[in-house]
């Protein structure tokens, strides 16, 4: 079992930056893949970034490949995502989530998520 939650969101202009953490619970932490997901009024969940144990290997959605960074501490049991020229069109709730299995990138495959934390970017 793995517990999630978020943190980090706010309030920025475009072409700033913002650091999001993922802080979980659970001994088993590092033998999960995690992601972030992000979720706009009136759209679906979609995939931001993955990142494997230990290889720490890493897959961007094309969207922020270049702009966003997924890493993780397995000794703070944290996941960050830095998030770099924020768009406008990164204005969202940001999930984090957790799988057994590296490189899914549909929301239905991950078993474990947080509450969420917004993300507010204007022009």
């Known amino acids: 079992q793995v517990q999630l939650v978020e943190s980090g969101g706010g309030l920025v202009q475009a072409g700033e930056s913002l650091s999001l953490s993922c802080a979980a619970s659970?001994?088993?932490?590092?033998?999960?893949?995690v992601a972030w997901f992000r979720q706009a009024p009136g759209k679906e969940r979609e995939f931001v970034a993955t990142?494997?144990?230990?290889?720490?290997?890493?897959y961007y959605a094309d969207s922020v490949k270049g702009r966003f960074t997924i890493s993780r501490d397995n000794a703070k049991n944290t996941v960050y995502l830095e998030m770099n020229s924020l768009k406008p069109e990164d204005t969202a709730i940001y999930f984090c989530?957790?799988?057994?299995?590296?490189?899914?990138?549909?929301?239905?495959?991950?078993?474990?998520w947080g509450q969420g934390t917004q993300v507010t970017v204007s022009s």
């Open positions: 989530a957790a799988s057994w299995a590296f490189g899914r990138i549909a929301a239905s495959e991950y078993n474990y």
């Open positions: 659970g001994r088993t932490f590092s033998r999960f893949a």
């Open positions: 990142i494997n144990n230990p290889s720490g290997i890493a």
